[in-house]
């Protein structure tokens, strides 16, 4: 049933279900999004949703939005041109960890570092579902199948990359933390110039394969894989695991000590 | 009259055209041409942003025209060759946008300040896929100007993408020119309301209204193959109706794009064929030789891309000798070799530089 408050409204209906695997986080991300929409009072009219390629680039074509579909990697060059013309509009551009991290790399360092007013929001699930389970450029280095040189690589932190090259805000949760991740997604659409907020997400069907398929449990080491941003901080260790929460601070660049912290 | 350079002219028809989003990256022989376009649009309300590669500068483009605005960037061979998918991406979106492609000689890195004619047929064929745009190139300073104006006439009229191919020789020369006529300027049809909810339904227009933003429209453009609703589809028969139709609405409205200049075609049996930078000696060479005496017809093509078939079929038709001038190993040769038939096709090229009008002319009198 749906009623004024339902999250369907703002979903074209006719084109569900997704596509999306059973247990995949992209759903709870897509309902965080359009949760801090209404906690920002943002009206979905005046929203245009740029989506790049891969499971996560499906959400625009779900989100009953002006929204785009365009070529792997180049959303947020697209979002910018669109931003300029359109100012009055929040342009929000949604990536997966290949679009952003990978193919996309370099326009996400670009945007970051000219603050472009675009809101990026990266579903970071450590591998390329789509095409079959290839390790992405988050893929932990344990996981890593190949050759040693391929497991010398170490996984990119995305939102410390946005954080330290000059972007507003900059925040990770896993999608479990559905709370966080919509307060920081209202965040970030209320926040002047270029946002990110990543969330971790689950893939149960091919980065399950590198863990466990069975859902709660890849839920659980996901989050055993994170530590709070405050506890890595007092702790002045990270304890060698992903940072979860804001990296930047409230008037934007990176939270203070941060930095050794990652270097360390 | 002014005294302007070939990039003066393609940002100044630009600017006149409408053009109101630049993206670009620096690249020889086209940096002038983004230059002149960072002073000339902040004054008109303009947008412009120097991008961090020709990728994003066309994907930036792309989603200035989703947003409204005629946009347009400037590059060569190298950078386009970047800009393929982005261009392509375009056709299947059907947003408007003009790419300018200033060519230079060679492949790879080549020979950056040397002018030539060698990516025709990357303009015409550089994408994956059944796709087709437009391909125009100008072959005279006027020209450069009036056919920028025109490449965004019809980059809005059909919404496609446009591919205005010129090179470093005419966008560094600089000549006495006229930029004083009044031309119309084309603007995108909108999408009705009411339309909304089948946004790629054309009712036999071939081109579909383009969707705004902002109004609650929530069209969706998707790179995937879709169907009349935008939505994506896996279907081969809705893919087929979708390719059929982008390369139909240009090529069914040919004569609207097609553009081309002939002289003495019934007069002779032997013609000349020329384009860009070429046909200026192409036509001095054809005037030369006609003050000798020789009867010769000339061609000079402007829409590289779609051809109109049934023209150049009717203008080449029992010609003899078809004398093929341009600055590359033979892609205007090969691009008219379907029309020429029980004729000796003679190439002149020239690779570095437009052929000098003796040279033609020496061909065409038989002295070499």
């Not at chain 1, 809101?119 to 789509?130: D, S, Y």
């Not at chain 2, 998918?85 to 060519?103: D, H, K, R, Y």
């Not at chain 2, 995937?224 to 059929?244: C, I, M, N, W």
């Amino acid at each position: 049933m749906k009623t004024d408050s339902s999250p369907l409204r703002y979903l074209r209906e006719d084109r569900l279900p997704t596509i999306w695997c059973t247990g995949c986080g992209n759903g709870a991300v897509m309902s965080a999004f359009l949760g801090a929409v209404e906690d920002a009072k943002l009206d979905m009219r005046k929203i245009a949703v740029v989506s790049g390629i891969g499971c996560s680039g499906r959400i625009g074509g779900y989100l009953k939005a002006d929204s785009i579909h365009v070529t792997h990697g180049r959303a947020l060059p697209v979002a910018l041109g669109t931003k300029l013309v359109r100012p009055d509009l929040t342009v929000v551009a949604f990536m997966g960890d290949g679009d952003a991290y990978s193919i996309g790399g370099n326009h996400l360092l670009h945007a970051a570092r000219r603050g472009d007013d675009v809101k990026a929001f990266v579903i970071n699930n450590m591998v390329f579902g789509m095409t079959g389970g290839q390790q992405s450029p988050t893929t932990p280095t344990s996981l890593i199948e190949g050759s040693p040189l391929a497991r010398h690589a170490r996984p990119l932190d995305g939102p410390m990359l946005c954080a330290t090259v000059g972007a507003s805000y900059a925040a990770r949760w896993p999608a479990a933390h559905f709370a966080e991740l919509r307060e920081s997604m209202k965040t970030a659409l209320t926040t002047p110039g270029f946002c990110l907020v990543e969330a971790l997400s689950q893939c149960p069907v091919q980065f399950g394969r590198r863990v466990t398929r069975n859902l709660p449990e890849l839920m659980k080491w996901i989050e055993s894989m994170t530590i709070r941003v405050d506890e890595a901080l007092s702790r002045r260790s990270t304890g060698g695991k992903l940072l979860m929460g804001e990296f930047t601070k409230e008037e934007g660049g990176l939270r203070p000590g941060l930095g050794e912290l990652i270097g360390g | 009259m002014d005294f302007l350079s070939g990039s003066e002219l393609i940002a100044k028809g630009a600017l006149t055209a409408g053009c109101r989003a630049f993206f670009g990256y620096p690249i020889t022989p086209s940096s002038e041409i983004m230059e002149l376009m960072a002073k000339g649009l902040p004054g008109v309300g303009g947008t412009f942003m120097q991008m961090e590669d020709e990728i994003a500068a066309s994907a930036a483009a792309i989603g200035a025209s989703w947003a409204g605005a005629k946009s347009m960037t400037a590059t060569s061979g190298p950078g386009t060759s970047l800009m393929q998918e982005n261009i392509g991406m375009a056709t299947m979106l059907e947003i408007p946008f003009v790419v300018v492609s200033a060519q230079r000689i060679g492949p790879s890195t080549g020979v950056p300040t040397v002018g030539s004619q060698q990516d025709l047929m990357q303009a015409i064929w550089g994408r994956h896929g059944d796709q087709m745009l437009l391909v125009l190139c100008p072959s005279s300073f006027s020209e450069l100007f009036s056919m920028t104006i025109e490449a965004f006439n019809l980059a809005e009229m059909m919404r496609t993408p446009v591919i205005l191919l010129t090179d470093g020789h005419l966008v560094n020369l600089r000549s006495t020119v006229s930029t004083d006529q009044s031309y119309e300027i084309v603007d995108r049809k909108m999408l009705d309301a009411k339309n909304a909810s089948a946004p790629f339904r054309t009712d036999g227009s071939l081109v579909p209204g383009f969707p705004p933003l902002g109004k609650g429209f929530n069209v969706l453009l998707d790179t995937l193959s879709h169907d009349e609703r935008g939505y994506p589809t896996p279907s081969r028969a809705k893919t087929e109706s979708l390719l059929v139709r982008l390369k139909a609405k240009l090529q069914n409205n040919i004569g609207k794009i097609w553009m081309h200049e002939e002289s003495g075609v019934s007069d002779s049996e032997e013609i000349i064929v020329s384009y860009g930078s070429s046909a200026i000696s192409a036509r001095r060479a054809a005037e030369a030789a006609r003050a000798r005496g020789k009867e010769i017809a000339l061609l000079i093509m402007k829409t590289m891309w779609p051809l109109d078939e049934s023209q150049m079929r009717s203008i080449l038709k029992g010609k003899k000798r078809v004398i093929v001038v341009e600055q590359a190993l033979g892609q205007l040769a090969w691009l008219i070799s379907p029309f020429v038939d029980d004729s000796e096709l003679i190439s002149v090229t020239s690779l570095g530089r437009p052929p000098k009008p003796e040279k033609i002319e020496r061909v065409i009198l038989n002295e070499d």
